[in-house]
């Protein structure tokens, strides 16, 4: 399981404003990611109010929404998911995705929260959402990893 060795982060930060991003595809996966980063953001501290929730079409939106978001928000939370079907889509979706929400994070300086799953089967990305029987919740890290570098180059300013 890829959560093997994963560190355990813990970070109170209620005065960072937050954009989460999220894809509208595979709703019963994307809700329960998206459920994830709101209670990281809350085990945070950070209230609903300094809280942006922005829904795109698919995984491959992703990156301008959070390019259009970054300079304004501490840090942003990108969510989505790709499962692997019979045409070389999900490659091409997958490393669009990838490049553009690392492109975005260092061109701006903001951190972004790398919740895309790019999973095999449906089963997989279930296994990760953080729903009842998951044994994964990468919404939740994907947020707590965000708030937590956004926390760290505080203060390295």
């Known amino acids: 399981m890829s959560g093997a060795g994963a560190p355990t982060l813990s ?22 990611l998206l459920d994830g980063a709101r ?7 950070i209230a609903d109010a300094q809280v942006t929730v922005v829904r ?13 978001l970054a300079p304004a928000y501490d840090a942003v ?5 790709v499962i692997r079907g019979s045409t ?13 929400l690392s492109e975005v994070s260092v061109r701006t300086g903001t951190p972004v929260g790398f919740g895309l799953l790019t999973c095999d089967t449906e089963q997989q990305a279930l296994d990760r959402a953080g729903l009842e029987g998951s044994v994964e919740d990468k919404g939740h890290e994907a947020a707590t990893a965000a708030v937590a570098t956004a926390a760290t180059l505080r203060g390295l300013t």
């Open 88 to 100: 070389p889509h999900f490659d091409y979706v997958c490393q669009a995705a990838t490049s553009a």
């Open 11 to 32: 970070v109170t930060a209620p005065e960072l404003k937050v954009a989460v991003v999220a894809a509208s595809w595979h709703t019963t996966v994307m809700d329960g």
């Open 56 to 68: 795109v079409p698919g995984s491959f939106e992703l990156g301008v929404a959070c390019a259009r």
């Open 39 to 45: 209670r990281a953001l809350a085990d945070a501290g």
């Open 77 to 81: 939370v990108a969510l989505g998911v």
